[in-house]
């Protein structure tokens, strides 16, 4: 079993949908969660950043953590075609570089 | 602003032969990585550089070697290649910044395929 599971979907959607991207996991060590975009044929790039449990908002993107369920979510309101990208989830014991396990990836593509 | 740069971008191996990648920040950041993306296993790290001077396995270092020649450089060298190693190879980097947010920046990939 994958410490971090991750639907690998295509999830696709109309533009202006609310998008729900989710992962799992099984250490309950990790503190630090983080989602990062990744555009087709380019490196993965951070999105949002949270520690320990609750919601952090930064525009259209909402990451929700719940620790006790060990669940973690990456909601995208009024979504757009230039949303679409894989977006993995990362999480760590620590913020250091090398402790980050990551999750597959969920692709997700918004259609016009 | 370059930030990370890899290179090759693209590389096809028969079985047995060598080769190593390169990659350079010119963000001044200390820690250095060398990840691995194969479909639906997500970013796996094989070795990292905390340091100049540093170098460290990760999860999946076997058939792999690094060397951190500078503060700016951490080159991956695969010794004798196995189809097995055929995958997309991320190098990434991280600052001082990264002890609060996690951040690492990624170049945009080696795509390596072994025959």
């Known amino acids: 079993q994958k410490e971090v599971e991750q639907d690998p979907g295509p999830l696709s959607v109309p533009e202006g949908a609310i998008v729900s991207l989710n992962c799992t996991y099984s250490n309950s060590a990790f503190q630090y969660f983080m989602w990062y975009r990744q555009y087709s044929r380019k490196g993965p790039e951070l999105l949002m950043y949270t520690y320990s449990s609750g919601n952090k908002e930064d525009g259209r993107f909402t990451a929700q953590v719940d620790k006790s369920s060990k669940y973690i979510s990456l909601f995208i309101r009024d979504s757009q075609p230039s949303d679409s990208a894989t977006y993995l989830c990362?999480?760590?014991?620590?913020?250091?570089?090398?402790?980050?396990?990551f999750g597959g990836g969920t692709r997700l593509m918004v259609k016009p | 602003n370059a930030g990370v740069t890899q290179t090759p971008k693209f590389q096809v191996l028969k079985t047995g032969q060598s080769m190593t990648l390169q990659c350079a920040q010119d963000m001044n950041h200390n820690s250095m990585y060398w990840y691995r993306q194969d479909p639906g296993m997500g970013l796996r790290l094989i070795y990292y550089?905390?340091?100049?001077?540093?170098?460290d396995k990760g999860e999946v270092p076997n058939g792999y070697n690094v060397s951190r020649l500078n503060k700016r450089e951490f080159s991956l060298r695969l010794e004798s290649a196995a189809p097995s190693q055929t995958s997309v190879y991320f190098c990434?980097?991280?600052?001082?910044?990264?002890?609060?947010?996690?951040?690492?920046?990624f170049g945009e990939g080696s795509r390596l395929t072994v025959l």
């Open positions: 550089s905390a340091s100049e001077g540093t170098t």
């Open positions: 990434a980097s991280s600052g001082w910044l990264a002890q609060n947010t996690g951040e690492l920046f």
């Open positions: 990362a999480m760590s014991p620590s913020y250091a570089g090398n402790m980050l396990t």
